[in-house]
């Protein structure tokens, strides 16, 4: 994620900002122009506030009027939508278009966590944007919309809600966004990572593979890679909850539930490529140059400086990935908290990221694999 500025007072914006904490100003998100605006109100309707010289971009000089996303009501989203789509009824923005299901929002604990999917939610979506990947809706006439349910578990059932993705439809269970709840799952399931953005870019990968392998003709490279898919993935999920994953599974494989079946390996694998581009953005955004001394032969040293959205190719955003774990994990130590990205690309691994970053150019650029 990259970092924004007030336009008004210079104060620097981050993504969740609903305020600048200098001026005073309300800030949104201005997705179809990809920036944060502080903006003023003009009647029903919100206008970019003029920076003190007058001068500023297209979208201060601009007459166009916006509007926050309903959800913005719900102290749920900071994104806006131009006037005129509000008009015509569009009333939720880029991001919250793709909901289908929330929870009961009338409990105050159950709209709290509502509030942390949906922010995690956003960066999803930011991503996507960044990536120009597809991004149906329900109305779109396309046969497999990319949709959201937000659920949570019934109290008067024994059963769960498992978060999941089938056929266009992603849910993420509600107790996902509880930390102390989704840390006791991941000790309990020997997970060594598991964040609720981490979820929604592993299921969205499930979407995507629909989408750009089943769908977009690359079946037999995704299987020359990954795997057969048409593996039973009952029987899959059966034995690698009893036997775990087998002897050896770091030499081709992200994680351990990788291992589990194609399916699997790819969303992984997807997953990671989405945690690269935002870090790395966010990364070149602060200027960050590691370069250890002793790192005589350069394997820990990066100055990242590139646009993670456009690589010359896959193997750029790992040269620069790899020293910044290094120093993400080496600083957490310092304080006394876990590594936040506790895995190691080998070299298959990177092949695979390679074959997902290759996809998703072919789809940006209108070309095939």
Known sequence: MKLFQCQCCGQVLFFENTTCLHCGHTV????ELDRMAAVEPDGSAWRVAPSPDGSGDAAVASPQLWRFCRNWELSACNWMVPEEASQEGEA??????????VPDLS?????????????????????????GLPRPVPGDAHPEPLVFDFL???PGS???????HAEGVVTISLVEADDAAR?????EM?????TLLGHFRHEVGHYYWDILVRDGGALDPFREMFGDERADYGEALERHYQTGAPAGWEAAHISAYA????????????????????????????????DPEMDRDGELSADIDIDPYNPTGSRELIASWMPLTVALNTLNRSIGQHDPYPFSLSQEVRRKIGFVHDLVAAQRSGGAV
């Open 28 to 31: 949104g998100y201005l997705p």
């Open 259 to 290: 291992t589990m079946h194609p399916w699997e390996d790819w969303a992984e694998t997807w997953a990671h490529y989405l945690h690269m581009v935002d870090t790395l953005e966010t990364a070149t955004a602060l200027g960050i140059l590691i």
């Open 183 to 187: 840390e006791k799952l991941r000790s």
């Open 152 to 154: 949570a578990d019934d």
């Open 158 to 164: 024994a059963k769960r809600v498992m978060t999941g």
């Open 190 to 194: 020997g997970e060594a990572y598991r």
């Open 107 to 131: 409990d105050p604990e159950r709209h709290a966590r509502w509030q942390r999917i949906e922010a995690s939610k956003r960066r999803l979506i930011y991503t996507l944007i960044r990536l």
């Open 92 to 101: 939720f923005c880029l991001a919250c278009q793709h909901n289908r299901t």
